[in-house]
């Protein structure tokens, strides 16, 4: 090939690698496999490499170019890179507005428009393309001044290093300037960040702790080459220059134009109805997303009526940041108090001063066990960092001695039950303490509990349950079958009408399976996983209560331990006359239907996200008829993840590994329904 040739080549090959990349990270909708435009960028270095005279700096395989950097120069930005002040609440939204309707004239304050966008839980970056080619990226800094980051940045296929000039709509093609700045976001893909992960974990180093914080410390390598590994991306969400936009949703359509990723998530709002219908939109999508995000932006649209509101302090007047809930926040450790569960186990409780989490009012989380008491160093008194991620319990991750007083106490573990007083172990080799009392009030109170949940007894919560036992009408599980109206309609927070209505819904689960029925019973290592083995293994209540620990050892999943635990149980002679009563009390088990052999046996199902057609419950309880499996997490052993509405990084693990995803249809249609 001649060398006028190769550079016709090279000159079409860099246009369509820019096109193709146009279409990837802003349209996202590439036309063809990555594998064929990573052939395609092969074939332009391969050129290159045999013309190096052609090689221009803006070329798609110049990302990534020269030594190590001795370190980062400063640059001044020419204008500030302000950050944002914060609201929590629509209170708060609703009092940012009524102050900027203030500062404007009336007939603007009247019909203010916001966007909203997502805010990206990134690294704030300003790219400055000088006659349409990339010449400096520079970090937010102090917002005067930042690092250059250029070579680092050059590495993001995101980010483009010449602008498509000639793709901007018409009315903006009037008045190009020749200095052009972006700003935006650098951010880590989730999928990235567990793939790295998981990769650190394959050669025996440790984890990187958030895409966050990995991302920001790779713009800060100098080392381009491996920055480039990184696998970053960009989003841009502000226009510096003035191409005559009037509103900051022009000014994002201007940059995805231009070839720069915006993030697709925004909405103009009129109200602030519409803000909060947005706003919980976002919440909901969240989990859902390939990265992470921990709030909302909201700018004044009309660019006009946001510089007149101006700069108070390092904000701007016409934006803010409606953050989400944090899922940690620090607060005072004011006690430390023992829960003695239904196996016995102590439960160390941190009473705190309560607090807001993940939009909730927190004042308990746990501490675990003692040697979690003790890694933490936690003391009464302490002030302390809790976490709270959905619906799982809440539970103190660290403590900040230098905020203590002198004044703080440690806990000291009990040498006796808090309930009983009865004698408290602690096995070798385990972390747990126990009450020895088989028949502790504490732990009696939440097998109570654990009972009527397994049962299914509709209407009678803890609460109920509480009255129930300290007005004398239970003493154990049968007792709740022989409760009448006349029992309860006299009692506290009983009226003739709910007295009826739980007497009814107890009556009506007195039939039960086996598998339910021996988890109902609470016993000690036993879920409802392995009650649904033995179950199916033995059949009837009487084969179970005369198999041995040998018979036990057979059934797969069943260890020594389990076996161990089955065994004592049933041997006990004040769990036989349990079982006894509650047959005495009308109690019937079902023989444990064995499933047939169907397309889901041996297959292991994930549930992600909400169903609409079947609860969670139900799904899972027909995959099990079935003869599958259900698993919490998914692994390459995975058969299939079910994905609702809302899924998470279930989703995103399953694509991850190859795993087959099925819509709730595909599901429904897999079990006959």
Same mark, same amino acid.
């Given at each position: ?163 498509? !000039? ?7 093609? @009037? ?5 052009? %700045? ?101 919440? @909901? ?90 890694? !933490? ?30 004044? %703080? ?48 007894? %509709? ?44 007497? %009814? ?37 009487? @084969? ?117 995803? !099925? ?11």
């Amino acid at each position: 090939m001649t060398k006028a040739q190769a550079e016709q080549r090279i000159k079409k090959l860099r246009a369509e690698v820019d096109r193709y990349r146009y279409q990837y990270h802003v349209l996202n909708n590439l036309e063809i496999s990555e594998a064929a435009l990573d052939s395609l960028k092969h074939e332009l270095d391969q050129l290159e490499q045999e013309f190096p005279e052609l090689i221009t700096a803006d070329s798609p395989t110049q990302r990534v170019a020269g030594k190590p950097l001795p370190g980062f120069r400063k640059v001044a930005h020419q204008t500030p890179l302000l950050s944002l002040n914060d609201v929590f609440s629509e209170q708060e939204l609703q009092a940012w507005v009524e102050r900027i309707k203030k500062l404007l004239p009336e007939s603007e304050g009247r019909v203010l428009e916001f966007m909203a966008e997502v805010k990206m839980d990134g690294l704030a970056v300003s790219l400055v393309y000088e006659e349409g080619r990339l010449v400096t990226a520079a970090t937010r800094g102090n917002g005067a001044v930042g690092e250059d980051v250029t070579a680092n940045v050059r590495t993001i296929e995101a980010v483009p290093l010449r602008l498509e !000039l000639e793709r901007l709509p018409v009315k903006f093609r @009037k008045n190009i300037p020749r200095r052009i %700045e972006i700003r935006g976001e650098v951010f880590m893909p989730l999928a990235q960040f567990e793939k790295l992960n998981t990769a650190q974990v394959k050669q025996g180093l440790s984890t990187f702790a958030n895409p966050r914080n990995f991302a920001a410390g790779s713009i800060r390598q100098l080392d381009p080459r491996l920055v480039a590994k990184r696998g970053l991306s960009f989003f841009a969400y502000d226009l510096i220059s003035d191409f005559g936009q009037n509103t900051h949703e022009e000014a994002h359509l201007i940059a995805k134009a231009l070839g720069v990723p915006i993030n697709p998530n925004y909405k103009v709002c009129s109200s602030i109805s519409q803000v909060m219908e947005y706003y919980s939109h976002i919440q @909901k999508l969240r989990p859902r997303l390939p990265y992470w995000i921990d709030g909302m932006v909201l700018n004044v649209n009309s660019l006009a009526a946001f510089k007149q509101l101006g700069v108070v302090g390092k904000a701007p007047r016409g934006a803010t940041a409606f953050k989400f809930s944090a899922e940690e926040a620090t607060t005072v450790l004011e006690n430390i108090q023992l829960q003695v569960g239904r196996t016995g186990v102590l439960t160390p409780v941190a009473v705190l001063k309560p607090v807001l989490v993940a939009g909730t009012t927190v004042s308990r989380a746990t501490l675990h066990n003692e040697d979690r008491i003790n890694d !933490l160093g936690v003391k009464i008194g302490d002030t302390v960092v809790i976490r709270k991620a959905g619906d799982i319990i809440p539970e103190v991750v660290k403590v900040l001695p230098k905020l203590r007083t002198g004044k %703080e106490k440690a806990f000291h573990w009990p040498k006796v039950c808090p309930v009983c007083e009865s004698p408290v172990v602690r096995k070798t080799g385990e972390a747990a303490h126990v009450c020895t009392n088989t028949v502790c009030p504490g732990r009696t109170r939440e097998g109570f509990y654990h009972f009527a949940a397994a049962f299914d007894l %509709e209407g009678v919560g803890p609460k109920i349950i509480d009255v129930l036992l300290e007005q004398g009408l239970v003493h154990q599980f049968g007792d709740f079958f022989r409760v009448t109206t006349a029992d309860l309609d006299q009692l506290p927070r009983f009226g003739e009408l709910s007295a009826k209505n739980i007497v %009814e819904s107890i009556q009506a689960h007195t039939r039960i399976s086996l598998s339910h029925f021996l988890f109902a019973l609470g016993i000690p290592q036993v879920g409802a996983e392995t009650a649904r083995d033995v179950a199916r293994e033995f059949r009837t209540i009487d @084969k179970v209560q005369k198999a041995s620990r040998e018979d036990f050892l057979t059934i797969p999943n069943i260890g020594p331990k389990v076996a161990d635990s089955l065994v004592s149980f049933f041997a006990d002679k004040h769990h036989q006359k349990v079982i006894i009563d509650l047959l005495k009390a009308g109690v019937k088990i079902d023989k444990e239907e064995v499933p047939v052999a169907t397309g889901l046996c041996g297959k292991t199902f994930v549930l992600t996200g909400t169903l609409e057609q079947l609860s969670r419950e139900e799904a899972k309880e027909t995959i099990l008829q079935l003869g599958g499996t259900v698993s919490g997490s998914v692994s390459a052993r995975t058969s299939y993840v079910v994905v609702g509405e809302e899924a998470g990084s279930k989703e995103r693990k399953a694509k991850q590994l190859g795993v087959a995803l !099925l819509t709730e249809q595909e599901f429904l249609k897999m079990i006959g329904r």
